[in-house]
């Protein structure tokens, strides 16, 4: 028997699930967008984040990826985890600042966490403060070779690229990651009006479309991951390089997949948007049926609209 595939109006499949278990952090990075709460007040519970992924499971979401925020700023990360392993999924991934990793690495590979992305832009300790406002980098890299070490594989480092403070260090970072075993994801900066410094957009974006033009020369092989919105793969030497473009692109919605909640339970639709949240937490909290939740789910579906078209 195959399994159910839910589509939304535009015959996008409903695959992957992104819950944000958080809006705290441990660090304050310049180009942080400070999307909505920054407390614990109104965060989801284990057994509430738990049953959100059984009705996504019902509706055949596939993945499910645990973000921020710091995700491991929950002390309750670990029994998270192993909830949502329980329900039986293809894949559970985190996206971390590393910070907490050493910390939590062995636990949640124990628990059924299968992969991390860790957010790392420099590996100078004097930019690494700059962006961060804090001076965490060897505790951060102590946790991304844990990560390693446990298994969390393929361990992904994300590096926001940014003029005139990191964009000359995506050599001595892809040698980093090359030497462990890991992937180097080159990210273009998103504008945003949300950032802590507001001359952030003029001055510290950068294209990618000269780096690629570079690694396309050097590399040894080159793959378009088609269902990723068309991003390049670069294979140089031994190691690897992906390179994410900005999600405001036709592309992107074209090909989007992914539902999201937020830390207070409202299922949200688009990344892009913020005036079409879905409140499921209130009706999983007065012990609704599964069949009233998934109605719900439903709802959130059918409001998705690609937010680019051009």
């Known amino acids: 028997m195959s399994e159910r595939v839910v589509k939304d109006k535009y015959d996008r499949p409903i695959l992957s699930l992104r819950i944000t278990l958080t809006n705290r952090c441990n660090v304050n990075c310049i180009y942080c967008h400070h999307d909505g709460m920054r407390s614990s007040k109104n965060e989801m519970t284990p057994d509430e984040i738990y049953k959100i992924c059984q009705i996504a499971k019902r509706i055949g979401v596939r993945k499910i990826r645990l973000s921020g925020g710091e995700p491991l700023i929950r002390k309750d990360i670990v029994e998270i985890v192993s909830k949502i392993n329980s329900i039986g999924f293809n894949d559970i991934s985190i996206t971390t600042n590393g910070i907490l990793l050493e ?8 628990a059924g966490l299968d992969r991390v992305n860790v957010s790392l832009d420099t590996l100078n300790p004097e ?10 980098l060897e505790a951060a890299k102590k946790g991304i070779l844990k990560s390693v070490e446990v298994g969390l594989y393929p361990v992904k480092i994300n590096m926001v690229i940014m003029r005139d403070i990191n964009e000359h260090e995506i050599k001595d970072m892809f040698n980093f990651c090359k030497d462990n075993n890991m992937v180097l994801q080159l990210i273009e900066l998103i504008e945003s009006e949300n950032c802590d410094d507001d001359k952030f957009s003029a ?17 040894d092989e080159v793959r378009e991951r088609e269902f990723m919105q068309g991003r390049r793969k670069y294979y140089i030497n031994g190691g690897e390089i992906e390179v994410v473009k900005p999600v405001d692109n036709s592309k992107f919605c074209a090909n ?8 207070d339970g409202k299922i949200k639709p688009c990344l892009l948007r913020n005036d079409n949240l879905v409140d499921i937490i209130t009706d999983i909290r007065n012990n609704e049926s599964d069949e009233k939740l998934e109605e719900i789910f439903l709802k959130g579906i059918d409001k998705r609209e690609p937010f680019n078209t051009d």
């Open 103 to 110: 910390k939590y690495a062995k636990d949640l590979k124990e």
């Open 127 to 136: 930019t690494y403060e700059f962006i961060t406002k804090k001076d965490y």
């Open 203 to 219: 001055e510290y974006h950068y294209k990618l479309d000269m780096v690629e033009e570079r690694l396309s020369d050097i590399a």
């Open 256 to 263: 989007c997949t992914r539902l999201r909640v937020t830390p």
